[in-house]
């Protein structure tokens, strides 16, 4: 079979939609109910457009990916079928379980939603695949992508998406110290293990204006240096930051748009911001031409910069409302899709950067 970056989209996309689905994770019991009953009931009486466009674009890249790597692995395989029951399987698993979540509830209509998403999905795949855009696409990444680029791909993929959970700052991922903190203590409560978590000397502070600055700047750039470690060309690397500005602005805008309203798509472009931004592009240019290991080591010392930098400094009160937004509001499915991304995507990286490092063969030097 053909290797491809699109088995592990699938596998880590599959694994938010069950994290989304069965997201509180709390009181689970038996209700005494067949699990069978909500497929024969009637359809849900009251449904909103959110609803539905929700359930069919959550499970619609899932479609995709899994159809795209069936066909690039697989091609013999029938693969639109084999990922519609893939999905379709999936989400019933999921709405059956919900059965044993009390805030959750099961429905036929989001089932029924789901599979049609997956089969949009793995339709679009198979077009693609049909009048020959992936054999362009494989021609195309041969041209411009190093042979080992499938892990940075995913990662770069996945970083527009990171971005729509909000963040502390913009294009400050991995903030997540504070949080799991919290967390652990609501979850040691009137246990004895609760006196044995460390108690700070020093209560966390915001970000500083220039902290913030260097935050925001190091954020746009990470992927911009991981994307120059694997391109081929010069010219193809300008592109590139092209395209990764943009991305990070229209995803950090989509999300202030999505929490706050359309009109509010632009309120986080501070002058901090700006200058962070302004930075950020000044500083891409000559780190285009650095050599592949080169632009790695720098990415790792600045993605642990920039999560030193987060993980020592509180989230504003401001920030922890938007949160509440996002995770007690009408974006609970997004919520499990995006927030795990938000916090892990620059831990992953930095995982990913410390293995290429590693395994980095010597170079052989001339007598």
């Given at each position: 079979m053909n290797k491809t970056a699109a088995w592990p989209l699938a596998?880590?996309?599959?694994?938010?939609?069950?994290?989304?689905?069965?997201?509180?994770?709390?009181?689970?019991?038996?209700?005494?109910?067949?699990?069978?009953?909500?497929?024969?009931?009637?359809?849900?009486?009251?449904?909103?457009?959110?609803?539905?466009?929700?359930?069919?674009?959550?499970?619609?890249?899932?479609?995709?990916?899994?159809?795209?790597?069936?066909?690039?692995?697989?091609?013999?395989?029938?693969?639109?079928?084999?990922?519609?029951?893939?999905?379709?399987?999936?989400?019933?698993?999921?709405?059956?379980?919900?059965?044993?979540?009390?805030?959750?509830?099961?429905?036929?209509?989001?089932w029924c939603l789901n599979s049609l998403g997956t089969l949009m999905g793995a339709g679009a795949a198979w077009i693609l695949e049909r009048f020959g855009f992936l054999d362009r696409w494989s021609r195309f990444r041969a041209n411009w992508f190093l042979p080992n680029a499938k892990g940075s791909l995913v990662l770069l993929a996945l970083w527009p998406v990171a971005l729509l959970f909000p963040a502390p700052v913009p294009m400050g991922l991995g903030q997540v110290l504070e949080r799991s903190e919290e967390a652990l203590a609501l979850w040691l409560q009137e246990t004895p293990w609760l006196d044995w978590l460390p108690v700070r000397e020093v209560e966390l502070q915001p970000l500083l204006p220039f902290y913030e600055i260097l935050c925001v700047s190091l954020g746009q750039l990470l992927p911009c240096l991981l994307a120059f470690s694997l391109v081929r060309h010069g010219h193809q690397k300008v592109v590139s930051w092209f395209f990764l500005t943009g991305f990070g602005l229209l995803s950090t805008a989509l999300s202030a748009a999505l929490t706050y309203g359309p009109a509010h798509a632009w309120s986080w472009m501070s002058p901090q911001v700006q200058v962070a931004l302004v930075l950020a592009a000044v500083a891409a240019w000559p780190l285009m031409w650095l050599k592949e290991k080169t632009l790695q080591v720098l990415a790792l010392v600045g993605l642990v910069l920039q999560l030193t930098l987060l993980n020592n400094a509180s989230a504003n009160a401001y920030f922890s409302l938007t949160l509440q937004n996002w995770e007690q509001g009408q974006f609970i499915r997004f919520h499990g899709l995006i927030q795990w991304l938000g916090w892990l995507w620059p831990f992953v990286l930095l995982v990913y950067l410390m293995r290429r490092l590693s395994s980095a063969r010597p170079t052989k030097m001339n007598s």
């Open positions: 596998g880590i996309y599959a694994a938010l939609i069950i994290y989304a689905s069965l997201y509180p994770f709390e009181s689970w019991r038996s209700q005494g109910v067949d699990w069978t009953a909500f497929l024969w009931a009637p359809w849900p009486r009251y449904w909103t457009s959110f609803d539905v466009l929700s359930n069919v674009l959550g499970y619609a890249p899932l479609g995709f990916v899994v159809a795209l790597a069936l066909q690039r692995s697989a091609p013999q395989w029938p693969a639109v079928i084999l990922t519609l029951a893939m999905g379709s399987l999936l989400a019933l698993a999921m709405e059956s379980l919900q059965l044993f979540l009390p805030a959750r509830v099961p429905s036929n209509l989001d």
